[in-house]
């Protein structure tokens, strides 16, 4: 696609060379800048969030405390181009809601942003009907829902800051989901499942095709 910004997620930086796609992005003189989440805690799971740009941001850094986070901002003529990207908890929306309210609070006030990234998390616009719930793996439940009820509360902060869910401008919820296998004993999606989200703010809209 020869893209100037692009983010990756579950970023094992722990690796360190062994993690060859990082660590030949680095090196590489197609990407000279990056930003990548580093810090080895056990709520990070040993992994993180990237972003590599061509373009010299003016600001690079990691976003919060307890969130995998990272941010590059580049200057334009209209002011300030915030893009954050991110990798929230895998594990259950009670530890995504946190990390997602960290995140807003450093980057919402961007009039021109762009939050994207794997979100883990289930989106009140795909239309998903609570009697789905009956068919979600033990695994899917714990991940998704809150006193057996699906939860959307994740996504739901973030439209509330006033992002728009760029996927949804231009396809329908079922034409961008797709199964999403979890592998290696934790069980496994019993149905298609969209975590990944590419969020803008209204001013960024008529820039984005």
């Known amino acids: 696609q020869d893209a100037d910004v692009f983010g990756l997620q579950e970023t094992k930086v722990t690796q360190g060379k ?19 989440f580093e810090r080895d805690e056990k709520w990070t799971h040993r992994t993180g969030a990237s972003l590599f740009s061509r373009i010299e941001p003016s600001l690079s850094r990691i976003v919060g405390e307890r969130v995998r986070a990272v941010e590059m901002v580049f200057p334009t003529h209209a002011g300030e181009f915030s893009i954050c990207n991110a990798y929230l908890s895998h594990v259950s929306e009670d530890e995504r809601l946190p990390q997602v309210r ?36 033990e695994r899917m439940k714990e991940k998704y829902c809150r006193d057996g009820k699906i939860c959307y509360d994740t996504i739901e902060a973030v439209l509330g800051e006033g ?25 496994t999606h019993t149905r298609p499942m969209r975590m990944d989200y590419f969020f803008a703010k209204p001013e960024v809209l008529p820039y984005v095709n």
């Open 102 to 137: 960290e995140m807003l609070g450093e980057v919402s006030d961007n009039k021109y942003s762009i939050l994207m990234g794997d979100f883990n998390a289930l989106s009140p616009e795909d239309n998903i009907p609570q009697s789905a719930v009956a068919s979600f793996s």
């Open 163 to 187: 992002y728009v869910d760029v996927g949804l401008k231009f396809y329908k919820p079922e034409e961008i989901t797709d199964k999403t296998d979890l592998s290696g004993g934790t069980g």
């Open 18 to 36: 062994e993690n060859e796609l990082v660590y030949v992005l680095r090196n590489a003189d197609t990407y000279p800048y990056d930003v990548v």
